[in-house]
């Protein structure tokens, strides 16, 4: 099944083409590396996905329906994009991981975020720290965090482990892994190769804009 379809997608700034004529079918269940030089449109791409941007031209299809008939809120509800560069708002961590449930009218549930806590390294301890005390891994894996306190349908991720040593990139690596495994279809921008081989299914190249290639890993 076909969770999301790009068509004919293009995308301007400042009268500059980004996005060229983007099209791309991306299957439920898919685990996809995104790479490409700088410039090339890849965080653009992941950005229009997550319903941040309005596109120039084409069409945008969630579980085969266009991205114009959702509501934006409940879309984004179920396509979760982590940016690179971590946005913590408020003053503490709590507030960060409280959020997702508050803008479900439900309650804070402390034991599903203590075990995403544990899975990424983190004592629950740090609920309580002020936001411009953490490091920048710890603001990366707390980023992370909020978006996968619930799980969304759609992953999107923009170099989420480029703030971590080894260790907790492995760590973000194999939560990533298991949720895919569990159908959380994912999205992943990466600049090392050896990561966009690593529990990828499928990696794509962008050049200038575009698609340039297409390509099945086999991890067997």
Same mark, same amino acid.
């Given at each position: 099944? %076909?969770?999301?379809?790009?068509?004919?997608?293009?995308?301007?700034?400042?009268?500059?083409?980004?996005?060229?004529?983007?099209?791309?079918?991306?299957?439920?269940?898919?685990?996809?590396?995104?790479?490409?030089?700088?410039?090339?449109? %890849?965080?653009?791409?992941?950005?229009?996905?997550?319903?941040?941007? !309005?596109?120039?031209?084409?069409?945008?299809?969630? %579980?085969?329906?266009?991205?114009? $008939?959702?509501?934006?809120? !409940?879309?984004? %509800?179920?396509?979760?994009?982590?940016?690179?560069?971590?946005?913590?708002?408020?003053?503490?961590?709590?507030?960060?991981? !409280?959020?997702?449930?508050?803008?479900?009218? $439900?309650?804070?549930?402390?034991?599903?975020?203590?075990?995403?806590?544990?899975?990424?390294?983190?004592?629950?301890?740090?609920?309580?720290?002020?936001?411009?005390?953490?490091?920048?891994? $710890?603001?990366?894996?707390?980023?992370?965090?909020?978006?996968?306190?619930?799980?969304?349908?759609?992953?999107?991720?923009?170099?989420?482990?480029?703030?971590?040593?080894?260790?907790?990139?492995?760590?973000?690596? !194999?939560?990533?892994?298991?949720?895919?495994?569990?159908?959380?279809?994912?999205?992943?921008?990466?600049?090392?190769?050896?990561?966009?081989?690593?529990?990828?299914?499928?990696?794509?190249?962008?050049?200038?804009?575009?698609?340039?290639?297409? $390509?099945?890993?086999?991890?067997?």
């Amino acid at each position: 099944m %076909k969770i999301l379809e790009i068509k004919d997608l293009q995308y301007k700034s400042n009268n500059t083409n980004i996005l060229n004529g983007i099209n791309l079918s991306v299957e439920k269940g898919d685990c996809i590396s995104i790479v490409g030089q700088s410039g090339s449109g %890849k965080s653009t791409l992941l950005k229009v996905c997550a319903d941040l941007l !309005e596109i120039s031209k084409g069409d945008i299809f969630y %579980k085969e329906i266009n991205y114009k $008939e959702y509501d934006p809120i !409940e879309l984004r %509800k179920n396509i979760s994009y982590c940016i690179q560069l971590p946005h913590l708002f408020g003053n503490t961590v709590y507030e960060n991981l !409280e959020f997702p449930f508050k803008i479900r009218n $439900e309650k804070f549930n402390n034991t599903r975020v203590k075990a995403l806590l544990e899975s990424f390294n983190l004592d629950e301890s740090i609920l309580c720290k002020d936001i411009n005390s953490l490091s920048g891994g $710890e603001k990366q894996r707390i980023s992370i965090i909020r978006n996968l306190v619930y799980t969304p349908d759609i992953l999107l991720l923009d170099e989420a482990t480029s703030a971590l040593d080894n260790d907790n990139a492995k760590r973000v690596e !194999e939560h990533i892994k298991q949720l895919n495994l569990r159908g959380t279809t994912v999205l992943w921008i990466t600049h090392s190769m050896e990561q966009s081989k690593g529990i990828f299914n499928k990696r794509i190249a962008l050049w200038e804009g575009k698609v340039q290639n297409m $390509e099945v890993i086999n991890n067997g």
